[in-house]
């Protein structure tokens, strides 16, 4: 019997053993990841509406390596050449270079640029300098065939506004200072004036206005805040389409009390800036296409659109020639670019928004305007990638 019995408690712990090591996983390997994908590319069978922001600046850092193919007698982005290291050279927008900006986008079949504005009543010298950029575009000759919208540059230092401290500890509403407040209201009333011209640029029926830094507008209510600015445009006869603008690889709900029942649609910026983290950059495709992905559920789930924003590139040492940070290099074929259009073209919204950053934003090398080293590459992708052919 004792024979017996340890028979059976062998068998047992044979059985046991076995099965211990018949479960054992495998290690992990990196084909395990999820992020293991490439992404792949996704035809058009129907198009984008794409809207590209279009860059004006004070001058232009002498860092500055890619030279445009329009220039003429003005220096524009140093078209008369590279000044020296640590010089600058005021751009002149010449009527001549705006047409050839419009012959351009029009190639890449961009419906609209996006015109940045700073407030008209708190900062109205700044705003004029916009201003002007926005006319100069009406002016060119052949500006009827392109559209525009306008994005206004919310500065909260101007309203007041603080997003930590103050009595609470919750920082300081826009609506402590009441002139303010109204200076802001007041804003866009004054913004409506270019919703008059024939070709600003409206989604499903109503007028586009973007709102740059968004998640910075501390208020008592937003969608209180931004229903008043609704009613007030509505009454001078313009039904707003409001998209804000939520700073880069950040989670939509960590600002949701500032875009729920606010906007109609966000989106995010400047995503080729990896924020100093690495797996960003060496996953790029990956890792935006996974933030979009959860950014489109979160934000639909919130009857909102989002709105993928690509870009052509990002050079960190354009601003600071000792930076470490690994820009986005750009490659003859721009591979980098039309990757990033699919990842874009996975995650767009029912009304098929897209955002360009930029259409000539040089200071970082984001743009997508025809230089003398890569033509119209970016251009030929633009089109390719969002408009049938």
Partial sequence: MKNKNLYIISCFTLLIVTGLFSCKKNKPTVTDNFLNYTIPDIPVTSNYTVGAFYYTFGSFNANITQKPTVGGPGPYFYANGIPALGTTVAPILTPAIIDQHVADAQLARIDYFIFSVRSPNLD?????????????????????????????????????????????????????????????????????????????????????????????????????????????????????????????????????????????????????????????????????????????????SWNQEFIPCVMAGYNYQIANTTSSSLSVPRTADGAYYKIFTNVAKRNASKSRLIFINSFNNFSVDSQIEPTQSYGNVYLDLTRTGFKVN
């Fill in 124 to 300: 109205n010298t700044n705003f004029k300098a916009d201003s002007n950029a926005i006319v100069s575009f009406l002016n060119a000759a052949n500006s009827s065939k392109m559209n525009f919208a306008i994005s206004y540059n919310l500065s909260i230092s101007l309203l007041g506004v603080t997003n930590s401290g103050g009595t609470s500890g919750n920082g300081v509403t826009i609506e402590t200072n009441a002139a303010k407040l109204t200076a802001f209201y007041n804003d866009f009333k004054r913004l409506a004036y270019w919703m008059t011209k024939s070709n600003y640029q409206k989604v499903n029926g109503k007028y586009l206005i973007v709102i740059n830094n968004a998640q910075d507008l501390n208020s008592n209510s937003n969608s209180a805040l931004y229903k008043q600015i609704r009613t007030n445009l509505s009454a001078m006869g313009f039904d707003l389409y409001i998209v804000g603008m939520q700073n880069r690889w950040t989670p939509p709900e960590r600002f949701y009390y500032r875009f729920q029942n606010c906007t109609d649609a966000m989106y995010e910026d400047n995503m080729s800036d990896y924020a100093s983290d690495i797996d960003r950059y060496n996953l790029f495709p990956q890792m935006c296409d996974q933030n979009f992905a959860y950014w489109k559920t979160t934000v639909e």
